[in-house]
T-cell receptor
Framework: EPEVTQTPSHQVTQMGQEVILRCVPISNHLYFYWYRQILGQKVEFLVS????????KSEIFDDQFSVERPDGSNFTLKIRSTKLEDSAMYFC????????????FGPGTRLLVL | GESVGLHLPTLSVQEGDNSIINCAYS??????FIWYKQESGKGPQFIIDIRSNMDKRQGQRVTVLLNKTVKHLSLQIAATQPGDSAVYFC???????????FGTGTQLKVEL
């Protein structure tokens, strides 16, 4: 069964450093998403991406964040200068837009900013 | 400052019993709803979804009920098994938007 994959599973970084979180969505999907979940809290929407551009973003997704689809298979989230409060699980999701609304989530990357 | 996590409501059931997990959603304009299961350290796993033009949908051992009048969603799990132990989230999608808005979650504990 096809699934969303994410790398790395864990990332530890120093405050102020840049991180890139990587995702490989399900191959025939065309909508891509990033969500985050701070420990013990709800899953929160960050951004959605379709047709090589951002289609929607939340207030959390400020200028420190960017997304990219550098090739036909990867979808990345970059945090330019990490802050302590960026520590969270980051989930990638993808959706097949052909009549389906279901978003399928990856296993997540646990980011710890020290 | 200290970060305080949400206190998750917990539902404890005996193995083999039926479970009902409830969710109140916020936006009357939401047109799509979905239930996810999340095990510790893993990503949300799709269980079942329903569009707003329906009030019930059944899957394998799971049923979702939608009551738009009171903005309430429920997930019923038949013959609950130990492997069903997890946190269950409902999420809603509003109109033409892309994002899912997640609820707080309910911890389901299955006792042997």
């Amino acid at each position: 069964e096809p699934e969303v994959t994410q790398t790395p599973s864990h990332q530890v970084t120093q405050m102020g450093q840049e991180v890139i979180l990587r995702c490989v969505p399900i191959s025939n999907h065309l909508y891509f998403y990033w969500y985050r979940q701070i420990l013990g809290q709800k899953v929160e929407f960050l951004v959605s991406f379709y047709n090589n551009e951002i289609s929607e973003k939340s207030e959390i997704f400020d200028d420190q964040f960017s997304v990219e689809r550098p090739d036909g298979s990867n979808f990345t989230l970059k945090i330019r200068s990490t802050k302590l409060e960026d520590s969270a699980m980051y989930f990638c999701a993808s959706r097949d837009p052909r009549g389906e609304e279901t978003q399928y989530f990856g296993p997540g990357t646990r980011l710890l900013v020290l | 400052g200290e970060s305080v996590g949400l206190h998750l409501p917990t539902l404890s059931v005996q193995e083999g019993d039926n479970s009902i997990i409830n969710c109140a959603y916020s936006n009357s304009a939401s047109d799509y709803f979905i239930w996810y299961k999340q095990e510790s350290g893993k990503g949300p796993q799709f269980i079942i979804d329903i569009r707003s033009n329906m009030d019930k949908r059944q899957g394998q051992r799971v049923t979702v009920l939608l009551n738009k009048t009171v903005k309430h969603l429920s997930l019923q799990i038949a013959a609950t098994q130990p492997g069903d132990s997890a946190v269950y989230f409902c999420a809603e999608k509003t109109g033409g938007g892309n994002k899912l808005t997640f609820g707080t979650g309910t911890q389901l504990k299955v006792e042997l």
